[in-house]
């Protein structure tokens, strides 16, 4: 009988007459998926645990590539096993096949492991594979891996042979090694020479018969640190039996200081008075009898107070008080007990004279007069009968703590950076400053200052040298007023200047004059000389608020002005600016229901191939028709959705509206074309920014490899690291990176060479000039030259003239845009408008080898 194609047969064997069929029900009755592939990788058998796991029905698998099970980014590799397997086929039993991840029907990924079977058929070879689902096996073991990194204490797990297999940060912290040195090492590395041979048979013992053993019913023994030293340890063992065979989790607990206070115990019990006890403790330890005469210290308390042992011993305690001190507190403990405590050695142990432990803050008199605080725990110490016979006094000095409180305690009042006082001790001394200038009549200035562009050099030349430019700025402002005036930082780049005793506002310009002229003064941090300007707001008391409150709003109010009119400027505070505020508020206002009501449209900038002529792809631009306010420009509505959060829902709307409508014409045109999309700050640092995507993707049709996400330099450089993995799971969905505004930040090799980056988009600023303007020109021709040698593609925006055109054709410039092809339309003229392109700059001009 000749056999069906869809017929399996026995391993690496042709399958009798008769056995077809019996084949068929064996591989339907399996309780896994199985999948018959042949030769040429189509699918020709399935059954019906397939259909489940993969979420299709046989017809839509039968016939069609394995890899539509496989996601994207592993099909190129999975080409080149089935070709090698087809080659080389053998058997490979399920755990020693491969594990990679199916991708079902609704686009959901699924971690799968598979085993192999060659079938040699009459009309050619094919595969028969198993493929199970092990989706809870993964989250077990990464349940089993998030509970191991919980743990408190060092926790790893060996293998029967020893081998170190898993670790928990604590391990790494218990024996210095890091991670990966662990996984690298044996079991035996960790214990001390002298017990190797023995934990090996003990190894092999537990393994024979493995049986948990409870932290302390485990063994005792020495670990080997990295640094050769050893450290007393104790081990509780948990056999674990898993798939791969079985293991030894094994909790281990650094048992150090354990030993030493049992130790320490053990002596102070025998004779709490012996000088070998109090020698080795590193606090400063002093012992009375009951009316506070010292009876002996131990080397610490003598070197905390620079005495030599005669001169204390025999002496009272209160020789190393402060009589101030004594008589506060016995007046507060004497108010707390209702007791009449004494300004002398009892105040000191009236607590711990009791049954209790008295453990308060002191301070100790040196010999040379210097006080030290310290923290003193008094204990009694009893004969058998239970009767007092004295008292221990343990101290240690908590000089660096309490200097550790006053940073603190500045640091909640002052700006970490530059020193300046914060918000917080701004407010308070506007508030006294007012207190002081209500009774008299008196007047004060506060004025509220940022730099210009400031964001650009954090962009371009990195946060440090931001840091310190504007530490510079700090110290010129402070340089410029008086010392009964306050500089403050309120973060980023904006400072407060309060004005005590201001005249008139007239009178105050030749100081606003000074201080911006010292802020526009070049400043050289490193190698770099750095101009910048400011944008100064102002407002006084009592004209334009009472309350400090109030002058701070009506002082960046003012601010805001003077950057909205072209920056580096100086205003006073009217009430015309709060106006304009409340226009600026009503416009974010009517912005949000624009963006809820759907009253935005997308327009769309076409790009233009320069080797073909022909329109390769679409920008899409955000644009807002209001009834109330007319044709708004993006230039004002997106910085306002920036600063009332409005932009990620703005973003989510244009690039789902985009994508529905780019597929829309694609259908029309009867071909591809790239959608590029702009992503704003807040967008790429959302983290659930590719799940957005994805979902705009899979409800749109559009294709993944059809969608560009242009992001600027400044964005990456914020936090690398988090962007290098944002951008990866942008990747991972298929869809291209492009860097806007390209040569204004950063244009950095080495960031090129670390992010996934597809395309680089040239900023206009560069191609306006192109034809008159040499440095112009070279950059672009290194962008062009350094873009095509890492394989990146090259974008011009802003092409207005043929001139340039023609220079970024002979430069090899891979893409354009710009109003001399089109400007930025609505979809339902977007096919008229490709057509007239591509009629017009169908024929590109011949290429120079320039």
Not at 234 to 259: C, H, K, M
Not at 789 to 815: H, K, M, P, W
């Amino acid at each position: 009988m000749t056999a069906d194609r869809n017929s399996p047969a026995g391993p690496s064997a042709t399958p009798l007459p008769g056995e077809e069929q019996r084949l068929r029900l064996v591989i339907e009755a399996a309780p896994n998926a199985m999948v018959m592939v042949d030769r040429r990788g189509l699918i020709t058998l399935v059954n019906t645990q397939t259909e489940k796991l993969f979420a299709y029905n046989r017809a839509q698998m039968l016939g069609q590539p394995v890899e539509m099970l496989i996601p994207q980014r592993f099909r190129t590799h999975h080409h080149a096993f089935r070709d090698s397997f087809f080659t080389h086929p053998d058997a490979r039993a399920m755990g020693a096949g491969r594990d990679l991840y199916g991708l079902r029907g609704d686009g959901r990924e699924v971690p799968i492991e598979i085993g192999l079977n060659p079938l040699q058929m009459p009309d050619g070879p094919y595969v028969l594979a198993s493929v199970i689902d092990i989706t809870e096996r993964k989250r077990a073991e990464e349940r089993l891996r998030l509970i191991i990194e919980a743990a408190p204490n060092a926790m790893l797990m060996t293998n029967a042979q020893g081998r170190i297999v898993l670790v928990n940060s604590q391990t790494e912290r218990l024996f210095g090694y890091s991670r990966d040195e662990l996984l690298r090492l044996s079991v035996e590395a960790l214990i001390p020479e002298r017990f190797r041979a023995h934990h090996e048979t003990f190894r092999n013992d537990f393994f024979a018969q493995p049986d948990a053993r409870a932290m302390g019913a485990g063994r005792e023994l020495y670990g080997l640190r990295k640094d050769a030293s050893e450290i007393p340890i104790e081990i509780g063992l948990n056999p674990l039996q898993t798939e791969d065979g079985t293991f030894v989790l094994a909790s281990v607990i650094d048992i150090s200081e354990r030993l030493l206070a049992q130790r320490a115990t053990r002596v102070a019990e025998a004779d709490r008075l012996r000088q070998s006890i109090l020698d080795s403790l590193p606090f400063a330890v002093i012992a009375t009898d009951v009316d506070g005469c010292i009876l002996t210290v131990n080397p610490a308390a003598l070197q905390l107070l620079d005495y030599r042992r005669e001169e204390l011993v025999g002496r009272s305690a209160l020789l190393i008080h402060e009589p101030q001190e004594l008589r506060r507190r016995a007046e507060e403990f004497s108010e707390q007990t209702g007791l009449e405590i004494p300004a002398n050695f009892q105040v000191i142990v009236a607590s711990g004279s009791r049954n209790t432990a008295d453990e308060r803050e002191w301070t100790y008199v040196r010999k040379d007069g210097r006080h030290v605080p310290v923290n003193i725990a008094i204990t009694a110490m009893r004969d058998d009968d239970g009767r007092v016979h004295g008292f221990l006094k343990v101290a240690y000095d908590i000089t660096e703590r309490k200097r550790t409180e006053a940073v603190i305690r500045h640091m909640a009042h002052h700006d970490a950076l530059t020193g300046l006082p914060n918000r917080a001790l701004l407010l308070d001394r506007i508030e006294i400053a007012i207190e002081q200038a209500r009774p008299r009549g008196g007047r004060l200035a506060l004025l509220m200052l940022d730099l210009d562009h400031f964001k650009r050099i954090n962009d371009s030349l990195g946060h440090l040298v931001g840091d310190r430019l504007l530490l510079g700025v700090s110290q010129r402002l402070r340089r410029c007023v008086r010392r009964s005036d306050t500089v403050a930082r309120l973060g980023g780049d904006e400072f407060v200047i309060l004005l005590a005793d201001a005249e008139s506002r007239e009178a105050l310009k030749p100081l606003t004059d000074q201080i911006a002229a010292a802020i526009a003064a070049p400043i050289q941090v490193d190698e770099h000389e750095l101009l910048v300007s400011s944008s100064i707001g102002g407002c006084v008391y009592p004209d334009d608020g009472d309350d400090p409150t109030t002058l701070l709003k009506r002082a960046d109010t003012a601010m805001y002005h003077a950057k909205a009119n072209g920056r580096s400027n100086f205003q006073w505070f009217s009430a015309a600016m709060e106006q304009e505020s409340r226009d600026r508020l009503a416009l974010a206002t009517a912005l949000r229901r624009a963006i809820e009501s759907d009253e935005l449209s997308v327009s769309y900038q076409p790009q233009i191939a320069l080797r073909s002529g022909q329109v390769c792809g679409l920008e899409a631009l955000a644009r807002w028709n209001s009834l109330p306010w007319g044709e708004v420009s993006p230039d004002r509505f997106v910085p306002i959705a920036e600063e009332g959060g409005l932009i990620l829902l703005l973003g989510e709307r244009v690039l789902r509206t985009a994508c529905r409508e780019c597929v829309q014409l694609q259908r029309s045109l009867g071909r591809r074309l790239s959608l590029a999309v702009n992503v704003s700050p807040r967008q790429f640092q959302q983290p659930e920014w590719p799940q957005v995507v994805r979902s705009a993707l899979l409800e749109s049709g559009l294709s993944p490899a059809d969608l560009e996400l242009e992001i600027t330099e400044g964005m990456l450089m914020q936090s690398p690291d988090r962007s290098v993995a944002q951008l990866r799971a942008l990747r991972d969905l298929g869809v291209a990176i492009v860097i806007d505004d390209f040569g204004t930040g950063y244009s950095s090799l080495s960031y090129l060479t670390r992010f996934p980056i597809d395309k680089l988009k040239i900023d206009r600023s560069f191609v306006r000039d192109l034809d008159a303007d040499a440095a112009d020109a070279a950059v672009v021709n290194a962008i062009i030259a350094m873009a095509h040698s890492l394989d990146i593609g090259v974008v011009a925006e802003g092409v207005e003239t043929l001139q340039q055109q023609q220079y970024l054709q002979q430069r090899d410039c891979d893409q354009v845009q710009g109003f001399l092809y089109s400007i930025a339309v609505p979809l339902e003229m977007l096919e008229t408008r490709i057509a007239d392109i591509e009629h017009r700059h169908g024929t590109p001009a011949p290429q120079s080898a320039a």
